[in-house]
């Protein structure tokens, strides 16, 4: 072709497209209204069904959408962790849907009043926004409202799988969602419904155990968490997470990829969820990791086609934190592909700015469309609305003092009873006299709250002392036994001789949270616990172990040393419920929710598995004859 002609051609083409994608632009521009575009009757007029109590939800949402701009409804899709608003004038200003605290992202002072203040001052900034959308907010009450000080903090879920009793569930449900409704809050992100196949993971303690069918059976959380009815003040809405395949890693690799065919995708780790959503389930949250190899944040066939259709998922679908930013590409590819696929709401949870921009340019350009920007929002409303908050947007203080109450307590207490395994108990030393003359207690583990609480307690990564009121393991045993036995603590076991009757050793793990917990390079216990065990072991005494850890530790070669071994996993503020059946007044009827192993080699096993040689197998535990 001569180029002349092929030049003139090509600034035609190149016209013929500007015009063209100026026209797409503007015609976008049109629909993708801004506030201005809208007519102001419309959002003023008297009709505001979306205001109308008696009026249906779904009619509700409809008459709202219809009202809100193309800036109000990305708002919505937007979640920002309170410690990175850069002012909190903008809550409304960006019309922001929803905050969240983050581990340890707690007011100053961290009381319980000082948190329901602080929620219903964001509250009240999002209702000056013109449609007067109330926000909503999520924090992770994983066991009790655990990000407050003098809260409940029950055990984790390792320890709660090992109870089988989904009724408990339900109990311990209910009592979170009062203590977190009286912070004002509403959301909590869990149950986590992990399945933990590979206890190398950091989280395998905020699974249920390494078989699905609890995690199915202890949907009854959810019932507790939500209620009856998502309107009462003391429901709160719940979130199934982490979507899908978050425990079944290679070498329990936190965020790390799960290779299964999709039958065993569906059989371990979907099945949970399935009974999650039968249950009414909120929300769900997204899985930082991958099958085979893709990352759950962009995978449109599971969120979309297999969660909200294939499984009837009416909630909403909320990413995990600053998840997107995981996917291959640049971040307008993260936020395009993850909204595709099927999120609703970003947990940013930091620049939210750019978020916003780039959402608002991915619409602009067509390549998020309005249908899904409308069925995100919808999702987010729709709950809103049916959790009340156009009604009762504000803290409702009468829930506020059961936070960290007696029968809370009462009720944790029962759980720990419940969640203990007793793995040996040679010459039946155990259960304990309450008469002894003389008991020795050492370990780390024995006088700590922080380490019997683990991660996800006051901080996201949790930390050893003092951190809130609760009973010891070793207090819970001066309290027990009578006033005619002297009870000696050193936690290294100094002083220890062979006048005493038996000594108790509490080991294990101190607390972490999420990859950090991770231990790749074996599970045996650490250097302190057997310096301890050494010392003790020297005397001759009888010895009693106890294990606070968020999984099995490896023990295989000290564990002929002791005459009785105790799981306790992480008990949380509750320590008194282990003395409670060390010395007899209950029983043990906890069982194995995960396999034991004899060396870190046979990792991963799991019940079913072949040449399955646990040191303890799945559904193990001695009771008392
Ligand atoms: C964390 C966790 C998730 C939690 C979220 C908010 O990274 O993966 O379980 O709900 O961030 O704290």
Redesign the pocket.
Known sequence: MNKNVHFKGRWVLTLLSIIIVGGVICLVKLTGTNAEDIDTDLRAEGNQIYKDPNASVPERVSDLLSKMTLEEKIGQMTQV?RNFLRSEEDIAKYYLGSL????GSSPAPNTPESWANMYDRYQSISLTTPLEIPLIY???A?HGNNNVYGSTIFPHNIGLGAARNPELMKRIGEATAKEVAGTGINWT??P?LCVARDERWG?TY?SYGENPEIASSYSTIIEGLQGTNLTDSSSILA?A??WVGDGGTIGGDDQGDTQLSEQELRDIHIAPFIDAIEKGVGSV?I??SSWNGEKLHGHDYLITDVLKQELGFSGFVVS????IDQLPGDYASDVRDSINAGIDMV?V?EDYITFISTLRNEVNEGNISMSRIDDAVSRILTKKFELGLFEDPYTDRTYTPTIGSEEHRDIARDAVRQSLVLLKNEKEILPLSKDLNKIFVAGKNANNIGNQSGGWTIS?QGSSGDITPGTTILEGIKNVASENTEVTFNERGVGINSSYDVAIVVVGEKPYA?GQGDRPNGLGLDRTDITTLNQIKRSGVPIVVISVSGRPLVMTDQLSDWNALIQAWLPGTEGDGVADVLFGDYNFTGTLPISWPRSEEQLPMNIGDENYDPLFPYGFGLTYP
């Open positions: 962790d969240l605290s983050g581990g999520g924090i992770d994983v992100f869990a986590c989280r905020e979130t997470k982490h949250m899985s930082y995990d934190w600053a998840a947990m949870p996201w999420e």
